[in-house]
């Protein structure tokens, strides 16, 4: 949900912003609108005061003189208006500065001093004449407020009459547009956050459910392409070891010990950063090629049951070079793609030594990769604990007691260590993938053990079942229970 929130969230500010933007604008207009409106009924109330006020202006006066008729007669006038309580009056030069401000009246506190100019605008059209007033607005106390204009004679200056009580009902009507904007913006805002809410709840339920769909395809695709790729695998390894009738079920064994090697490797600190569970399955795959080279060696050579002559032993050494190239030119045609990469390190250095005394680099130590050190004590155990033309099969015991001498020389001291925690998970995949004509009569099960069938094929565990699945291998029925010793 937490992209939906985020979704109605921006969507709701907009539609919030856009809401207030529009809501202020038809303020702004109400507001203008009713302003307006009052400044129209303002003027008609000063007009009605004011009507036969033309009538009682002095046909000649001197404003620069306060001791004229003329002086007087306009104080007067203007004293009177502001003595009524409903209007303000002040009397200007043409230029809008106050000559006469009547200060001694009650609006004083409103009225600017003698001297000071003051604001005005007209609102409407100019009476040349001279008789009829001008409306306009006036800047009193910090309002603008709405006024007539009485020209005097001569153009000597102007009467200016205001309304007291304006500036008070504009402040009440203003107050009260703004509650009304205030209550429509959270109406109308609540309502369309509603109504988003519901829209995007129902887009989202039917994106997340096409979204789940498209990733349980994507897996389903994913997951039938890893089938293919390692079922290509191991078919490969098994082209390999067709080449040598002699190996039976080699490679499954080989997979099956370094898988539990690897896996046990998880269990300590040093290793559990580099052995991932993606780690532990790709090395069951790719440990089935660690051979893959010996396609390329002579028959003569490879199925020779006597001891091999130092050229020999030289061209069988060449099956992990062979088998290396031929996964790095796999690997270079497949461009991007870098699962193979643990399998040409398999092929290429399961036979390099910890002292640096292997084949076909001389590397040493942790220069050898992980997997492969991994895979060549499996090899080594295998090759041990089964028959061949030219060496019989050893017990398990045997088999463990030269993988411990060869810690530090040919092992790495630590992958052999956490072997010798697990050399009994080695004899049981040993018993239970033992090639009919090679188990050494002291490694068979018991009379009545289950470890094999009726028609004697191995039993798996659920791990080996999955592991020698995804490789294309096909499995017997699991049973029910499996020893290890």
Known sequence: M????KTFCAIALAQGVCLALGLWIQDRYLSLAEEWTVHEQVWTELESITAGMRRELPQQVDLRSPESPGYRQVETL?????AGGQVNALVTDPEWRVIL????TAAAEVLPPTGETVS???CGPVAHDGKAPQRGLLMLGGVSQPALAFALPDARGYLLVSSRTHADTAAIGSSQTFMAALLAFVWICGLQCIVAFLILSRIHGEHSRWQVKTDEEMLRRTQDLLRTRDAVIFGLAKLAESRDPETGQHLERISLYSTRLAAELRKYPKYREVVTPAFVRMIGI?????????????DAILLKPGKLTNGERYSMQMHSLIGG?????IERRLANSNFLDMAREIALFHHERWDGNGYPHGLAGEEIPLAARIVAIADVYDALSVRRVYKPALPHTKCVSIIREEAGKQFDPDLVAVFLTIEAQFREIARQFADDSSASKSEQPAAGSTLRTADHRP?????????LMLAGQPVNEPISSTKTA
């Open 101 to 104: 401000s009547p200060v001694e």
């Open 78 to 82: 203007a004293s009177s208006l502001i």
């Open 286 to 298: 790719s440990s089935a090629l660690h051979d893959i080279g010996k396609v390329g060696i002579e």
């Open 325 to 329: 190239e031929c996964l790095r030119e």
């Open 2 to 5: 937490r992209p939906l929130k």
């Open 459 to 467: 039993q798996l565990t659920p791990e080996q079942e999955t592991l």
């Open 120 to 122: 005005w605008r007209n």
